[in-house]
């Protein structure tokens, strides 16, 4: 959503697919609600990226892994390289869930800058 900028951070939000809350609306979950809250912000402030990840593998319900499973040992560098094809290379996490975000694939600071590709 709107214009990436060179060096510019975008407003990023990592999401795991979750039908029940993301689809259906379920209250079981924040999945939903989340994504949503995401959305809106990035277009209030006019940019930012989703990434809207499928595990692969068996889903769990919520799209909840615990850090170290299967499914999202390779998250870290799927994301890298979505970004990179979009011309990401500066990051702002979103911050509707602290502590997760980047920081469930091991980066923790507020604003990153990705290496770009050689």
Known sequence: MGAVGAGVPVPLHVHIECLTGDVFGSTACRCGEELNGALARMSAQGSGVVLYLR????????????RGDAATDVMPETVTWILRDLGVYAIRLSD???????????AIREASTLAAAG
């Not at 595990?55 to 615990?66: I, N, R, V, Y």
């Open 96 to 106: 509707d869930v602290p502590g997760f975000g980047l920081v469930m694939f091991g």
């Open 55 to 66: 595990p692969p593998g068996p889903a769990q319900a919520c799209g909840l892994f615990a």
